[in-house]
């Protein structure tokens, strides 16, 4: 039975989505893009932005329960971020590559952890607060809006509304985060401007009656996942539509990330202090020189980081 039968429309964070994908050719990720659009000063650019625990408890009584600690921080939503209805009048698209190419940073991956870090989606070992410092000077410099995380934003559904019908894909069916709402649209009897309004703020699945695509969200995140028919849809009109790349056989969710990174940066505190640890238990005896204290220490590290 297919994956979307099964309601597995969106791969666990470790799981290669060519292999959760697997009834599809190709999957390409999609990179939700920035956009310029002139309005009133902000503190951020970002659909997030950093409050004090007093603001909060002004926002929500559940603060009153909270204590304020020193190295906490709270994030809300930014009320001056620019509506959808000011996006799709006067907004004009930016794309991922053009950031990267006149700015200081290196790739798709350090974009993206910069707009994470921007949000607070990261614990505090992961955060990137250098790369986040180069997007927002260049940010704040060139009057650009960071995405939206966790949903279709305006740009993106006009090009999947662009790519259905270009097709002739008459019919697709829109679920929600939780799979409790599904919808049926008919493309034949909506503009660009009905299909863009009907997408929710959490409608994270879209995909046709025959299943020769899916487009996949989820929640925190700056890019989604396109599963194609290659006898459908061709890489190249993906390619044409989105911006992004192909996954390859190891890609997951965790793109992002070399292999072994955030464990390593995670774990880097204790594996220090257990290096010491061991030292000290050895009399002073240098791991490095007793090849069972060497394994019995690699043991040990092992056992942390399971």
Known sequence: MSEIENKYLYPDEATPVLKHYSEFDS?????LPFF???K???DTNSSKKVISLEEARKKDEIFEKIENYSNMTIYSSNDCYPTEEEISQNGKKVLWN??????????????????????GAFKK?????????ILNQYSDKNNIWHPTEGTFDFFTKSS????LTLIGIDEVVVEDEFYENKETIDLTKSTKSDFCEKIDFKDYYIYDKNK???????????????????KVFSRKIIETHFEGFWADEKCSHL?????????????????KKLVATTYKNNGGVSTNKKKSNKNNLWSKLKNLWS
């Not at 053009?98 to 949000?119: C, R, V």
């Not at 999947?160 to 790519?163: A, G, N, P, V």
């Not at 793109?255 to 594996?271: A, F, K, P, Q, V």
């Open 27 to 31: 999957v390409y990720v999609g990179l």
């Open 36 to 38: 310029k659009l002139d």
């Open 40 to 42: 009133e000063h902000c």
């Open 98 to 119: 053009e950031i990267i190419q006149s700015s200081k940073l290196n790739d798709y991956k350090e974009l993206n952890k910069a707009l994470m870090t921007s949000i």
């Open 125 to 133: 070992k992961l955060e990137r607060q250098d790369l986040l410092k």
């Open 160 to 163: 999947i509304f662009e790519l």
């Open 212 to 230: 020769s695509i899916l487009f996949a969200i989820s929640w925190d995140y700056f890019f989604y996942f396109i599963a194609i028919n290659e």
């Open 255 to 271: 793109w992002t990330w070399e292999e072994g990174e955030i464990d390593r940066l995670l774990n880097s505190e204790n594996e």
